[in-house]
């Protein structure tokens, strides 16, 4: 089961169980309560998407009192719910049936590194409300990976250099550039990474928020955020496996 697929799946236990106390007033699930929602409450992705009243609910005797006071039939109360969590559950919904956002999920929340997860989640909130702040993000996204990696080889590189030669630098120092292979296939798919990155820095100078803009701008749709965000999670995660395998080799 994926990341996202497993926080899906707590958070529709949290809205159970608290339906279902709700409902009856009886519960024997109060410790379960307790240990599922904290994880939600501390996952940027969905924090600020979830119920507020869960910050002072902290068992289902909080909970109890806040909902008996607030509605006074059991049917008030599960509509408030399912409106409550509504947000949330439709985030982590649409997360999970997309394949492209699972391998990254796993990929990128193996990096110890708060601003690959920050960039990563932001790219993935904004893609249908926000498209020029998604490319913003998916490019961020990108730049952070190849800086975690680079301070991992303990490399100095500038910290103003531009997306597509931080990905050379990298590329360079984990054999992935096409220059350092004979095979023309390799050759041609790294030849197409590069393009990929060097495209995406493109893409974001012309469409994102990064820069002002013409009345006669091109703006872009969350079509075109979601094929940014999509490279850029992929060649992160490319990035990132790549990495982590080279370590491997070099403990064992």
Known sequence: MSAIAELLEKTESLRSILA?????????????????????????RIKEKLPSFLKKCRNLSDFWEYI?????TYKERRRFLRDQFGAALTFLEERSTSPVDNVAEEAL????????QQAWVKALERRDS????AMTSAR??????CKHILDEMGLDYDDTLELPKLYKLVANNMNLSPSQHT?????QVLGGCQSVVEGLGA???????????????????????AL???????MATFLVETWELRKAATTE
């Open 20 to 44: 279902n106390r709700a409902t009856y007033n009886t519960s024997n699930r109060s410790e379960e309560y307790e240990t599922l929602r904290l994880e939600p409450m501390r996952d940027p």
């Open 183 to 187: 095979e023309q296939v390799f050759k």
């Open 203 to 225: 893409l974001r100078n012309k469409l994102s928020d990064a820069h002002g803009k013409g009345r006669t701008a091109a703006k872009p749709a969350p079509r075109h955020a």
């Open 228 to 234: 940014t965000v999509n490279l850029s999670g992929a």
């Open 130 to 133: 926000d498209p020029e702040g």
């Open 109 to 116: 929340t193996t990096v110890d590194s708060s601003h690959v």
């Open 140 to 145: 961020t996204l990108l730049e952070t990976v």
């Open 68 to 72: 008996s006071v607030e509605f006074g």
